[in-house]
């Protein structure tokens, strides 16, 4: 296939360790980096960012094939895997590094965002308030190799099987029809 038919999602919900594990499980996703974005930071490491003070976000940058997965289904996926109700937290993870954002590339990625968004809001599937910020993508920095692939690689490790494992089960069970075979 050819390259120029994909397309790029960035998204930041939590620890890259699990959300990796989620996107890359999807039918049509062709790559999913993790890495950093939103920060003032430039090209800072994994060590940096823990300290909240570079003021990144763990996130994914998603490759995918809009011809195979839409932006829309991205966004499902994205809403339903992490808790967009807890201001920079992602259960036991506390810290600005782990807050709920969508770095949009373009102005129709920012509409569907927000109309996502929106929809979540007047039909109250949360009981709190969303707390996920849209904003324009900026940069990109990668995290160092051995992040990886980490729920692959690591899926006995406790944090990954007692954090990670639930958010696959759970994208398994809701998208199911969404998720690559084998």
Known sequence: MDSEQYRTATF???CFWCTEAVFQRLKGVVKVQSGFSGGHTKNPSYREVCTGETGHAECLQITYDPNLISYEQLLEVFWATHDPTTLNRQGNDIGTQ????????????????????????????????I???????????????????????????PYCYYVTRPKVQKLKKFFGEWVRKG
Do not use: C, W
């Not at 782990?98 to 979540?120: C, G, P």
């Open 98 to 129: 782990y807050r709920s954002v969508i770095f949009y590339h373009d102005e129709e990625q920012r509409q569907k965002a927000e109309a996502s968004k929106k929809m979540l809001e007047e039909n109250k599937v949360y009981d709190k308030p």
């Open 12 to 14: 930041a919900n939590g």
């Open 131 to 157: 707390v996920t910020f849209i904003q324009p993508f900026e940069v990109f920095y990668p995290a160092e190799p051995e992040h990886d692939n980490y729920y692959n690689l690591h899926s006995s490790q």
